[in-house]
């Protein structure tokens, strides 16, 4: 008669175990899917993501993919480095910027004067806009070419100005972009090249960017380029455990999930007379501080501040699933036994 009972106690504490280790698991796991790229002014990686890694139709996206291959192209939103922690110059030598110095990437650098470009007005205010696949606290810094950028030479870290021409801190997330108000630089003539540094300030990585512009009306209107589908991209977990990093700028604060979720309209970009990105003193790849300009498209920092990637609420219900699933599993063994038992004493 005791037999029963003890059985019974061992399926359940097994089942019992089990849930609290996939529970465990999902509520100890700082990971987040990769990440974003530039979406207006739009960055080479997802430029030629658009046109097609299979067919694309620039010559400068094709001999992209001839020298990198098409998996770039698919990963265009985890140009990045994982232990960056601000240290961007040390890590990416001259030549490797817009790649992260990731051999996937190396297409991304090939110097060329002929990569797709977007139409800008020098002085003018303008809307940057950063598609965001998963969205981390940090800061954004967009620097642009100088007076010794060549586009048909290889990138260096010495042809873009020494400070950042727009900072910006905890950026809003609006339809799954963030919203980077400020100016476009003046007196800036022919093509020229804006390069973006994301550091998190949650985590040590970083994500960057190139995006090729004109100022001749040689390129595309800017705002026209749709919004790739949510989800896309091939996912790169990475840890997200939260460290103090010298790059946390301005006083950005607040909390709130914001999960882009759903496929956004396309990216407006439209100008918008919303802040200035004021300059600072630090050379490319040099953490800054600055405040982050107001916008007007911007909703409420409660709702859509920008959050590290991982959504514990989704992996709390799952593993309660997964706890339901075990113990009903646990208990259907146990019938087969009973009902064994008394067919063989029968």
Known sequence: MSARPSARRRVTVLAGT???????????????????????????????YLEGPEHPKSAACAAAIARGGTQALYDWNGVRIGDANGRHQQLIPDGKLCSANNAEFTGLDLPRADWPATNLTAGAPFTFRYRATAPHRGTFRLYVTNGTYDPAKP??????????????????????????????????????????????????????????VVFDGTGKPAGTAPVPPAGSGTPHVHDSAPVTTPTTAGTGTGAGASTPGAVPAAATGAPAGAGTGAPSATAPGTPASSGTPAGTEAVPAGQQLAQTGTDRSTGLIAAVGTAFVLSGAAMAVLRRRNRARGTHAR
């Open 18 to 48: 089990l849930a609290g280790l996939a529970l465990s698991g999902t509520l100890g796991t700082g990971t987040a899917a990769a990440h974003g790229s530039m979406q207006n002014p739009l960055s080479r990686v997802e430029g030629c």
């Open 155 to 212: 990138l260096a870290w010495s042809n873009l100005q020494s400070a950042p021409f727009l900072t910006v801190t905890d950026p809003q997330l609006v339809d799954g972009q963030y919203v980077l108000p400020g100016r476009v630089p003046a007196g800036l003539k022919g093509r020229q090249l804006i390069y973006a540094i994301w550091q998190r300030s949650d985590s040590p990585e970083a994500f960057y960017s190139c995006s090729d």
